[in-house]
């Protein structure tokens, strides 16, 4: 039996109630999959799960957004602030919300605040280069922020993790310098600030999710 | 129906993999919730 919160017939009606949608879907699948291919362990199902929840968690949420910004006119600069705000978080990470219902209009706001405000305010140089020096310092500082569901307890991972951090948001930099008076430069000095202030402590505090899971945990493991 | 169903699965099982594998080293979740990662992904030193 594959140990997916799914397999006991006792427990499931509690668990499935505080379940989310997408480990709901996650787990009907990874069940079928079980049956068809029974030569797959425990192990690697609790994987499948976690590949298949995360891929639903991500995709139909994303759909959205890119819809809603083809409708709103805007995809080109929505583009734009999706792959600078991706880039920079795909190493330094970041809080993330408990629930469904608070991640999918936390997520909506965060890709259309970023388009949005890249579009309306043109940022001069001065505040570009500020706000460049600011997040660099926090992904020096922070980057990057595990979670407690994926906490990132290797610490050759963490110092390469901040290691790539720095050079994304060096590059990110040299892009918005380099497209300077145009809503490009605006937009991806938006998205690097968001991205930042995502890792930041304080932001982990006011979202009830706890800084530093991996560091805890491999401290522990040394003493 | 069937002859298809077992090429699917494992179709379906790899890309989950991949998606999980590639989570242990970089952040996938762009959307501001990710689930929960089973203890056998998280790399240890």
Known sequence: MFNIKLVSKSGKKKKVGIMEFPERISGKITRAIAAELDDLSEEKLAEIDYGIAAFIANSYKMAFIFILAILLNVFQYFLIAFVSFGALRTFASGVHAKREWTCFPVST???????????????NIYIINFVFILCFAAMLRYAPADT??????????????????????????????????????????FAVLFESVLILPVT??????????????????EV | MKRFLKPLMILISTLALFIAS??????????????????SLIKRD
Not at chain 2, 22 to 39: G, H, L, Q, V, Y
């Open chain 2, 22 to 39: 590639t989570s242990t080293t970089a952040c996938w979740a762009w959307a501001i919730r990710e689930p929960k990662m089973p203890e």
């Open chain 1, 148 to 189: 407690e569901e994926r906490p990132l307890v290797s610490r050759k991972l963490r110092k390469k993790l901040k290691i790539m951090s720095c050079i994304t948001i060096l590059v990110l930099y040299a892009i918005a310098l380099y497209s300077l008076g145009t809503k490009t430069s605006s937009i991806i000095t």
């Open chain 1, 109 to 123: 706001s965060i890709f259309l605040g970023i388009t949005y405000l890249g579009i309306n305010l043109d940022l």
């Open chain 1, 204 to 221: 982990y505090k006011l979202a009830g999710s706890m800084y530093g899971v991996g560091i805890k945990i491999s401290n522990k493991r």
